[in-house]
């Protein structure tokens, strides 16, 4: 149709006209409409951190953790919080004319345009505005997004972000969204990952560098300087060439994190972007991480690797230090030996004579017999002895205790029973301990369940707690759990007492160990089977301390006793909180009996002692041979014999041995008299399975045991 038949046609047919132009610029509508963009409150309120975050009970950072590996970021940062050098150098970098344009450069827009309608390559013309536009919808910077249609999305969208947002809220969301080297998006991130710095600290040189990341992140070292200096206008790029290899080199820890308490941190922080306020105290987790790295380094890693220390203030159960671990030369760093299963050791016996206290069994002045003992259990003959291999004979509870004696222990578990103790120490807290008395047996009284030292923490605060044991507290927003009364409060302080008394101890550990401080404080070491473990547990009046040395991977350690391993860090932790105000004796409850007290035949010297009401008494000493029941002592009942070829048999023979015997007994073997109880005959039975029997005068059985030669 000829031109000027089209013109009057449309003429004719304005309505017709008009129907078209509106539905083309509908269809142009549609075509370039954009997403709809969330508002700035909901984006900053919707940013999540990949970290999570450990404050202390003051409010400041412990520990890092990142939970999110997928990316990098830290919390949203305001824009009053970014230093003015980078905010200038970004919007040179990117746009020029961001402070005055309504979202869109549209000179530079339109050849980006024309470009993309010829088919061209379109590069540049996003300004700050449509790039966060783009960050808010994905779709808008995804595939087509170069095209003609892609474009003028991105420009409508960019002006309707300025329409709702200010400019310093778009400036601030960019700084925020934008990817800057490899995983690290944001300004926060970049700032402390990249440069170490916080990113209101950042200087010129620092933000020109940043700036020049952000059109190619992942450009090499060399490409990023050589941008950072053009912007820069530097003469000389060699500087800043060196400064963005430094920059991108190996990723760093950031810079914020103190790093005080990583195994606490990955306890309690699950979530990105949470923040937990503790009951940590910076500076008791401080002095007790230095205590125990000193020890470690003091020891080497050829004699133990691990340690561990928990603080807990008495008042109020409250963790002030939580050291998982600290040892450099560590095989298994992560392990947090704060909450790792071990043997318990020795730090088991004060629940145990504070129960037989309690039950009237024993005071803290009764004797016991620290003599070789031989006990039959479904699992075979169960022998113990001392630490040393030395025994002590008729000794005091009091230096039982103190002194850590392992047969006066077993002898006392035989009185209060194994279910019973077994029972305490669940109920004080010692959760792992998950089968009944027969499943540890005898050798419960000596610490062979596991435990945490949390869990020996929560304990011994019991005890410095008059025997109220209180759930411990980590979180500042977690309640205070209900003190529930455990051991009868009188026993609890004998028991506290007599782990004070330096004298006591000094029998094992001497007058001047590591456990002997210049005030008032209890303490109890440990050291489990084969020297896997070793602990110091302790109180004053005002704080619990608990060290665990060892290796986390649970091989043996070397040359490391019972003070030298644990005990150390216990009593420099200890000096240093009660540094200008000591401790001081936990005040005696009423209702305690105070005594002076001697001992028959000098078994110990004369002493003041404490009892419960109304089991005082002046004089002790070791029962009378005439009244103790006759036994036989050896061989114990189920003990097996192998005989050695390759030793002669005379030297076999073996020795049969009877206690509390007064000269009238006899012993008879397979119902042969072999003789006199007195004289321990020796013999050498023939192989197969034999009855002793101890009888007295009338040939009344007494005793018996059963034994095998092989």
Known sequence: MPTGRIGSWLRRRPFACAAVALLAAGGLEAWTRPPE????????????????????????????????????????????????????????????????????????????????????????????????????????????????????????????????????????????????RGETQGIGAAARALLG??????????????????????????????????????????????????????????????????????????????????????????????????????????????????????????????????????TAPAVDNADALRQAGSTLKPFLYGQAIERGFLTAAS??????VQLDTASGLYVPRDYDRNFKGAVSVRTALAASLNVPAVRTLLLTGVEEFRDRLWDIGYRGLTQDGEYYGYSLALGSAEVTLLQQAAAYRALADGGRYQPLRLRGDEPGGAARSIADPLAAWIVADMLADADARAVTFGLDSALRLPFWAAAKTGTSKAMRDNWCVGFSDRFTVAVW??????????????????????????????RGQPGRPL??????????????????????????PGTAQARFGAAPTAAR??????????????????????????????????????????????????????????????????????????????????
């Open 367 to 372: 004797i016991l017999d620290d003599s070789p």
């Open 197 to 330: 710095r916080a990113p209101d600290s950042l200087g010129r040189e620092d933000a020109l560098l940043l700036a020049a990341l952000l059109p190619a992140p992942q450009a090499s070292s060399a490409t990023v300087g050589r941008r950072a200096c053009r912007a820069g206008g530097f003469a000389d790029c060699s500087a800043m060439i060196a400064r963005a290899e430094a920059m991108t080199g190996p990723s760093r820890r950031l810079a914020d994190d103190p790093g005080l308490a990583p195994h606490l941190a990955y306890r309690l922080l699950k979530t990105p972007g949470q923040t937990i306020a503790t009951t940590i105290d910076p500076q008791v987790q401080a002095l007790a991480a230095g205590a125990l790295r000193r020890q470690l380094i003091g020891l080497g890693s050829e004699r133990a690797r691990d340690g561990a220390v928990i603080v807990v203030d008495n008042a109020t159960a409250e963790v002030l230090a939580y050291v998982g671990g600290i040892g450099a030369g560590s």
């Open 549 to 578: 040395i060892g290796n986390s991977e649970g091989d043996s350690m070397t040359r490391v006793s019972g003070t030298s391993g644990a005990a150390p860090v216990w009593r420099d932790v200890m000096l240093a909180l009660h």
């Open 37 to 180: 963009l969330p508002a700035y409150a909901k984006v900053k309120g919707d940013w999540r951190a990949s970290e999570a975050w450990l404050r202390g009970r003051d409010g400041r950072l412990l520990q890092t953790v990142r939970i999110d590996f997928a990316v990098r970021r830290l919390a949203w940062v305001p824009i009053d919080r970014i230093a003015t050098p980078l905010r200038e150098a970004v919007i040179a970098s990117e746009d020029h004319d961001f402070p005055r344009h309504g979202g869109v450069d549209w000179s530079a827009f339109g050849g980006s345009a024309w470009a993309a309608l010829h088919g061209r390559s379109a590069r540049g013309a996003s300004t700050i505005s449509m790039q966060v536009a783009g960050f808010l919808a994905p779709e808008l910077g995804g595939p087509g997004a170069r095209s003609l249609r892609g474009k003028l999305r991105q420009a409508r969208a960019a002006r309707a972000l300025e329409t709702a947002w200010s400019k310093d809220q778009i400036l601030e969301a960019y700084l925020n969204l934008a990817s800057f």
């Open 629 to 710: 029941r006759p036994r036989i002592t050896n061989p114990a009942a189920g003990a097996v014999y192998a005989l050695d070829p390759d030793i002669p048999l005379p030297r076999q023979r073996i020795r049969f041995l009877a206690s509390g015997t007064t000269g009238g007994e006899r012993l008879t073997l397979d119902n042969r008299d072999i003789g006199a109880a007195t004289d321990a005959p020796m013999i050498l039975p023939a192989p197969g399975y034999h009855r002793l029997a101890l009888v007295d005068a009338a040939g009344k059985v007494l005793d018996r045991s059963v034994f095998t030669v092989r």
């Open 587 to 612: 005040p005696r409850p009423a209702g305690i009996e105070r005594r002076d007290i001697t001992y028959a035949e000098a078994t110990e010297a004369a002493r003041p002692e404490y009892f419960l």
